[in-house]
Every structure is written in C-alpha cells, then in structure tokens.
C-alpha cells in the first residue's frame, strides 16, 4: 500500500552558510511522478537527500502516512549508476535486499530485471555493461525492494540522447505499472513534462516552490502517451520556462501570478 | 526490449566503443620471453667475466660453478630442508603479520576515531629501523624461532596496515552512500562495501609485505639460525664459499619471485572486476 508523502516546514542549512533549501511544505499524494525542477543550486538535490536521509533536515519533517520514513521504504537512483564494480549485475540487484534471502531473495532480483528488461545480463559485470544498461540496473537496484518511494536523482544526466529516451521510456513503465510514489529531479523540462503526472518547479537558494501543476488536470495534452508537439505541451514549456527565469535581482520572478 | 546479440558483454563492450586488443609491435606469443632477456643477458656477461678471469674465482664463481653448488645441494637434500625452514618462518610470520595488519588497517580505515588513536603510533614504530628489533625479540623470545618470526611479522604488518587503511579510508563516497540509502550499519557497509572496494589497495600491501617478508627472513635466520636460506649465507661467508652465498641469493630471488607471482596471479583472479587496461590492451 502506498501512502501520502508529507513534507512540512523543511529546512537545510549548511554549517553557517544561508539555508540552502526551504522552509518547504509539499504533499505528494500516493502514486504517481512527481518531476521537481529547478536551476543549479535551487536545493532540488538536497532536498531529495533530505528525503532519502542521506541528509538531516536542520528544521521541519517528512513524513510518509504519518510517520517517518525508513530506508527500506526508500528507492534511490542516482546520477551516476554507482554500481558494486566487484558484483554482478544480479548481485548489484541483491544489494537492496538486505532482509530477504534465498528464493524469495532470486525471485524479487528476477522480477525487477525483467521490468528494466535486463533478465539476460544478469552474470554481467558493471565494466561490461553500457552507460545506459548500467542506469538500467541501478534502476533494478531502487526498484527490487518494492519501495513505497522511488527517488531519481537526474537519472538520465550522464547518458546520450538515445539512450537517455530508451531510459526514459523505462522510467514511464515503472511509473506506470509499480506502485510508488516516484520524485524526478530534472533540469530538463522536456523531461518532466514528458513522464511527471505533477511538475514542481523551485527557485533557490534557499529553494522554494514557485509552480506546482498536476499536469493531467491542466490540460488533456497529458494524458499518455504524450505529444511533444501539442499546443498544451508547448504552452505550458513556455510557462515553466518563465517560472524559472529570473529577470532581475534575487527575489523577483515573471511568475508570481502563478499557482503556488 | 531489444535482444542483445551474440552476447550482452560483447554488444556493450561494442557500445562502449571497444574494440579487440591487438599488439601493433609483438604477437601475444612473443610477449613472455621478453622478461628473460635481461637476466639472460647478466648470466651471460657474468660466465664471460669468469671465463676471461677478470675476478678470481675465490670472489666471484662461475654461473656454471654455482649451478653445480645448487645440483648438489638438492641431491644431498640440503637445499631443500633450508628452503623448507625459510619457507615455514615465513608463512608464519607472514600469516601473523597480515592478520594484525588486517585487523588494525580495518579499524583504524573504517573509524577515525580508531584511526586518531592508533595511527600516530603505528606510525612512529613503522620508522624504526628491523635491526633494531632483533636485541630485544632475543632478550623477549630467544634466539629460536618465535624471535625470527615476529621479526617477519613486523616487517610485513606496514605495508598491509598502510595500504589497507588507505584503502578503506579511500573508498569512493558515492558507493557507501549507496550502502546508507539502504539501510547498512557501519559495520554491514564495512563488511559489504569498503572491504570488497579496497580489495586492490590490500592485495597490493599483501604483495608488498610478502617482499619485505622475505628480506626480513633472510635478515632473521642471518641472525642466528642452524637451518634455512639465511643460514647457507652466513655459513658460506665462514667457511668462505661465495658460490654457496651466490646460491642461497639465488634461491632467495627465484622463491621470491614465484611466491610473488602467485599472488599476483591470486590477485589477478580475485580484482578482475576492476575496469583497468590489460597488459594485452597496453599494445607491446
């Protein structure tokens, strides 16, 4: 069962440098993706740390159906696909599986490579694997505990455009056929408009939210599968572009009028 | 999802934009001998010097006079009874060596705490010179054995202590904050993550602590021994036999060399994860 995301009043701040992030108040009803965009340094990083608890949030709470949140109800991936380099792709898989063992152990590492489609490469090594298969596992990896919570930090960052839409593509069948709340951080918003049932854009530092659309409710252009060349598609790029922008000065932005 | 054909390996290694290694200067038949050459080379000039009586033979024997030394030492069973004590003081202080070296590279890599208590110190002991050692392991253990193999162990404990904390302490964040995201204690990412990624640096101490082993053997049984390698060496200088001396240096060399080599092979097996360039792929 999947439950609400509750972020309330949190705050980052570094040492004695100003806050970095917040405070930030977001819900994530259950299920879904939720794309957070923003600028470097707008806190979307940090803020997906605070929620994976790599990071202690210096003030405020996060909360999943009331309580917090423990690591294995977390999915993490990464930038980078930071694989074991000594383990095979099956046993990178395992890596996540800490409480189970033997066949239910095989069993959940099977299931979750058959959903990134990597089922043949299981005895592989990661220096044998491509850029984009070794996404695909660190995929495999959040995906095999069945979190209640998959976190991607700019999965697709480091890969080739092709493999980047193939990639995509995975991330849209997860995010269609497993039950999790999923958080995309991006600072691409073709990407977050293409696969995000909800875009979130922030602004920092500290990093606030200046749009928060659920885009299924905006406008029939997102319904899946979706058309780049839409006239909602293009109108609402326009939009989250002027969300970003700054004009002037550090506080002032074009978008004030918008919903936040 | 596309098939990977004729292999997943082989469809990403051509993704990575691989391609088979092939040496542009050497076939791979010739590469070995190319190790040999020098020595070949020395052992040459060294019969030619003796044949044309530059030095006397009274200081430095012919290979072939040497040669027959060592024959006759392995028929009389000399030989192999010396390589056997030598070999038995070093396995032993090397196994003792490299488990304490293990368990204080461990703690002092993984804990900073450990590593602010314990390190200042195995540094400054790291310093002192091995001869140093040998009055007080006397006075302590004796002039038998256990004195000769704690001197062994000492000398191979820093190099594995060194490389090993270094390696821990080392071990790319990316990869422990892989391990925390899931949930590992210190000790299960210890156990599962820095261990396992400072295989190499280890191994590497492991191979560098089984030199110094054998120069400190060799300094051990010189010290006062009736049997081993060191012993042919102090006896052939009494006695006044330089080829007895040559060969016991020899032996030293040739069983130094295959015991390295078998690490290194071990070495090889074991870290063959890692996504370094092979000899083959270096083109000569």
Request: glycine share 10%.
């Amino acid at each position: 069962m999947t439950r609400r995301l509750h972020i309330a009043g949190l705050t980052k701040t570094f040492g004695a440098a100003p806050p970095a992030l917040g405070p930030l108040s977001i819900t994530l009803e259950a299920e879904g993706l939720t794309a957070i965009i923003g600028r470097s340094g707008s806190g979307k990083s940090t803020l997906l740390r605070c929620l994976a608890g790599l990071e202690q949030p210096s003030r405020g709470s996060v909360l999943l159906g009331g309580t917090p949140i423990r690591p294995e109800q977390v999915g993490y991936v990464f930038q980078e696909p930071r694989l074991m380099p000594w383990l095979s792709v099956r046993k990178n898989v395992a890596f996540g599986l800490r409480h189970l063992h033997g066949k239910m152990r095989d069993n959940a590492v099977e299931e979750a490579l058959s959903l990134v489609g990597l089922l043949h490469a299981g005895d592989l090594l990661p220096k044998q694997l491509s850029g984009g298969m070794a996404q695909r596992v660190a995929l495999a990896r959040a995906l095999a505990p069945k979190p209640e919570i998959l976190l991607l930090d700019e999965p697709f960052s480091a890969l080739d455009p092709l493999t980047r839409e193939q990639m995509q593509a995975h991330v849209l069948h997860v995010s269609q056929h497993f039950k999790a709340t999923m958080v995309l951080i991006t600072h691409d918003m073709d990407e977050a408009l293409m696969l995000a049932t909800r875009v979130i854009a922030l602004r920092g530092p500290p990093g606030r939210v200046v749009a928060d659309w659920v885009l299924q409710r905006e406008s029939t252009a997102f319904n899946f599968p979706r058309d780049r060349g839409h006239v909602d598609f293009q109108r609402f790029r326009r939009r989250l572009t002027e969300a970003l922008e700054v004009r002037t000065g550090e506080d002032e932005i074009r978008t004030a009028a918008f919903p936040v | 999802m596309a098939e990977l054909t004729p292999s997943a390996a082989e469809f990403a290694a051509e993704e990575r934009g691989e391609v088979p290694a092939a040496s542009v200067l050497l076939p791979n038949a010739w590469r070995w001998p190319l190790g040999v050459i020098l020595p070949a080379i020395c052992v040459l000039s060294w019969q030619l010097v003796a044949v044309l009586g530059w030095v006397g033979a009274d200081l430095l024997p012919s290979p072939l006079t040497v040669a027959q030394t060592i024959i006759v030492m392995a028929r009389d069973g000399s030989l192999w009874s010396d390589i056997g004590a030598t070999a038995q003081r070093l396995a032993l202080g090397f196994l003792f060596g490299a488990a304490a070296a293990t368990f204080a590279g461990a703690l002092t890599g993984a804990s900073a705490c450990c590593r602010r208590l314990l390190d200042p110190m195995l540094q400054g002991l790291r310093n002192v010179p091995s001869l140093a050692w040998v009055p007080l392991f006397i006075i302590w253990f004796g002039i038998y054995d256990a004195s000769k193999i704690l001197l062994i162990a000492v000398g191979v404990f820093f190099p594995v202590y060194l490389n090993l904390m270094n390696g821990i302490a080392g071990v790319d964040r990316k990869l422990i904050e892989v391990g925390r995201v899931h949930g590992y204690s210190r000790l299960a990412l210890l156990l599962r993550v820095q261990l396992p990624a400072s295989l190499p640096a280890y191994l590497t101490g492991l191979r560098g602590g089984l030199g110094l082993g054998w120069m400190f053997v060799a300094s051990a049984e010189m010290m006062g021994a009736s049997t081993g390698l060191g012993f042919i060496l102090t006896n052939g200088e009494e006695v006044g036999r330089p080829d007895q001396v040559i060969a016991a240096i020899v032996a030293f060399a040739l069983l130094g060399k295959a015991t390295d080599w078998g690490l290194a092979q071990g070495a090889r097996r074991l870290t063959n994860w890692q996504d370094t360039i092979t000899l083959e792929q270096r083109r000569i």
